[in-house]
């Protein structure tokens, strides 16, 4: 099993970012994913949840109206896109296979900062 994300970076407060997580290793079409940040000195947080065939999408009060979270199972890829940033959603932003969350990327990193 192997999850990469990639596309994080350093962005101004109310900028964008799209976040990506490729798949492998996996029949990734029958998982669940969520992303799960961890911001500095904190624990981690659930951000968001997507079910197999992208119908049902679930997100942490926190994010809702922000980000909006997409799969492509013809890809094996699981996306985030992230509007309207703010310096508090800087963190390590990692995919997670399941409801049981048993598998992480090695996640990537997203600064918002002016």
């Known amino acids: 099993v192997q999850l990469v994300e990639s596309g994080g970076g350093m962005v101004q407060p109310g900028g964008s970012l799209r976040l990506s997580c490729a798949a492998s290793?996996?029949?990734?079409?029958?998982?669940?994913m969520s992303w799960v940040r961890q911001a500095p000195g904190k624990g981690p947080e659930w951000v968001s949840f997507?079910?197999?065939?992208?119908?049902?999408?679930y997100y942490a009060e926190s994010v809702k109206g922000r980000f909006t979270i997409s799969r492509d199972n013809a890809k094996n890829t699981l996306y985030l896109q992230m509007n309207s940033l703010k310096p508090e959603d800087t963190a390590l932003y990692y995919c997670?296979?399941?409801?049981?969350?048993?598998?992480w990327g090695q996640g990537t990193l997203v600064t918002v900062s002016s």
């Open positions: 997507i079910n197999t065939g992208g119908g049902s999408t």
């Open positions: 290793g996996f029949t990734f079409s029958y998982y669940d």
């Open positions: 997670a296979r399941g409801r049981a969350l048993d598998a």
